[in-house]
């Protein structure tokens, strides 16, 4: 599930995700000319757990992803981070839509 982040805390986008079967959360930021790289995804002062990996995109990273579901006219994005046990070259390897031109 990828969020942008505006007012609500971290842990409030990923309990939100995770109460509706959400594997994953994805938060981008705000602001889609952002390529600051260091964000602190902080606790809120809840108490809340989550059970789901959440991960930051910048805000530039995050609108190629929207615009590329966007332009394929899909809902979702089945997104797997590939791990390079075979040494094959990364440009022979098979892409995510939103790289792909």
């Given at each position: 599930m990828l969020f942008v982040h505006r007012?609500?805390?971290?842990?409030?986008?990923?309990?939100?995700?995770?109460?509706?079967?959400?594997?994953?959360?994805?938060?981008?930021?705000?602001?889609?000319?952002?390529?600051?790289?260091?964000?602190?995804?902080i606790s809120d002062?809840?108490?809340r757990e989550i059970h789901i990996p959440v991960a930051f995109l910048v805000g530039k990273n995050g609108r190629v992803i929207k615009n590329a579901l966007k332009r394929l006219k899909m809902d979702y994005a089945l997104i797997n981070i590939p791990v390079n046990?075979?040494?094959?070259?990364?440009?022979?390897?098979?892409?995510?839509?939103w790289m792909q031109i």
């Open positions: 007012e609500c805390s971290f842990v409030h986008k990923a309990m939100i995700a995770e109460s509706i079967g959400a594997r994953g959360v994805i938060i981008s930021d705000n602001d889609p000319d952002s390529d600051d790289f260091y964000v602190e995804m002062q809840s108490k046990l075979t040494y094959v070259p990364i440009h022979k390897m098979n892409q995510p839509p």
